[in-house]
């Protein structure tokens, strides 16, 4: 379970990868494995949530990270960006965001 | 606090505005007072969570409805479509995506 609170203090990324429909299911896939085998076990990681929009076009993982340096120090790591290509190479593209969480209802 | 998890049934929907960065805390003011005032208050509202990039051109709402037919039912709702039309105003661009949660970790 995931937790979403504005006074968490934690950054939070929405990658929202756009796929060809018939690529969505191992595209998920990939991305969870990805989440399991590496960015788990990344200092600061918070959670990852992936979802499969209803036309099957677009994959949006909505992640938290402790911190800003906690999510910029995965990128060294090569397990991290070998997954990353994997992913990218399954996608048409992708469009990671970085967010604050302002506000909370209820 | 809003929980994320993948068994819960709920439809996601993530709304990304692209926004003038001076723009983007009277957008965040409207889809705040939007949820309070109206749609907190409509069948089937579980949450939504609002965002602002670190650039600040994107606000991104994370919100979940308890059943596609409660969130359809909404947009008959004219004071819903008057705040839709608020924020759309202010707005470069809006692109609201339905999803289904598939994968929470941990």
Redesign the interface.
């Known amino acids: 379970?995931?937790?979403?609170?504005s006074d968490d203090g934690y950054l939070?990324l929405?990658n929202?990868f756009t796929v060809d429909a018939d690529h969505a299911e191992e595209l998920?896939e990939i991305?969870?494995r990805a989440?399991?085998e590496v960015?788990?076990q990344q200092p600061g990681f918070v959670?990852?949530?992936?979802?499969?929009?209803?036309d099957r076009t677009?994959v949006?993982n909505?992640a938290q990270w402790r911190s800003r340096a906690d999510y910029e120090a995965v990128f060294a790591n090569p397990a991290v960006t070998d997954h990353m290509r994997q992913a990218a190479a399954i996608a048409e593209s992708f469009d990671p965001?970085?967010?604050?969480?302002?506000?909370?209802?209820?």
Do not use: E, G
Not at 47 to 54: C, G, K, T, V
Not at 97 to 106: E, K, S, T
């Open positions: 379970m995931t937790t979403l609170r939070t929405i929202t998920l991305l969870d989440t399991t960015l788990q959670s990852a949530n992936l979802h499969l929009s209803d677009r949006a909505y965001i970085v967010y604050a969480l302002r506000h909370v209802h209820p």
